[in-house]
C-alpha cells in the first residue's frame, strides 16, 4: 500500500486484512527520495501478490512518484497494481471516525483551490471530484461533515459544520470501499491542465 499523493506519505503492509507494519511521515516535499527506503523497511522488503497505490488528486510530483514505484514494483514481483482516490480514502477514515453519514472532502489544489468531493454513508461518490476556489467549494458543499486538511478552513468560511482534519493514510487501507478500487491506474489530478504544450497536448497538471 502505497500513497504520497499529498504533504504526507505513508506505506503498509497488510496480510488479509491485518496491518503487518507501515509508517506514515508528514513530510511537505522529498517524497520521492522517502518512499523507496520507507517500503524497503517493510518486511520482506513489502513484497506481496498486489500492490495499491493513490491516484491523487494531490501534488503532481507526489503521485507521480507513487504510481512509478508501485509499477516498477508490480513488474519486478508480477503483482497485481490497483489505485484509489486520496479523498476516497479521506472520507472512509472520516466515517471511521464519525460513524455511517454523508461527508465531504476538502484537499489542498493548485493555485489556490481546493479538491473537493462527496460521499454517502456507505462510501459511495455523492459528488464528483472538483477543484474549487475557496469561495465556490464553501458555497457548494453541503454535507454538515467535511474531513481533509482544507476541512477546517470550509467549515468556517461558511460558518456551520463539524471539521475533520484528516491525511490520507496508507494504513487505514482496510476503511476503503471494496468499490474504491480500480485497475484503471491513470493519475487523478482534479484539475484542467495549468498549460499546452506545442501541438496543443496537455502540459503537467496539479
Known sequence: MIDSATEACSVALFNGGELLAGEFRMLGRGHAEALVP???????????????????????????????AGRA???????????????????????DQAGAVPIAVAMTGGHGEWFTASFTADGATSRALASQRPEAAAAGVRENLVAGNQAEALVAARATGTALPIWPDARSWPLLPHGALTADIRPLYGRAPDARLPGGKPGPQS
Open 38 to 68: 520507507m517500503i524497503a523497511a517493510l518486511p520482506d522488503r513489502g513484497r506481496a501478490p498486489r500492490i495499491v497505490v493513490a491516484l491523487g488528486p494531490g501534488s503532481f510530483t507526489g503521485v507521480r512518484v507513487g504510481l512509478a
Open 73 to 95: 514494483l508490480a513488474l519486478a514481483w508480477g503483482s497485481e497494481v490497483l489505485g484509489y482516490s486520496t479523498l476516497a480514502m479521506v472520507a472512509a477514515i472520516a466515517r
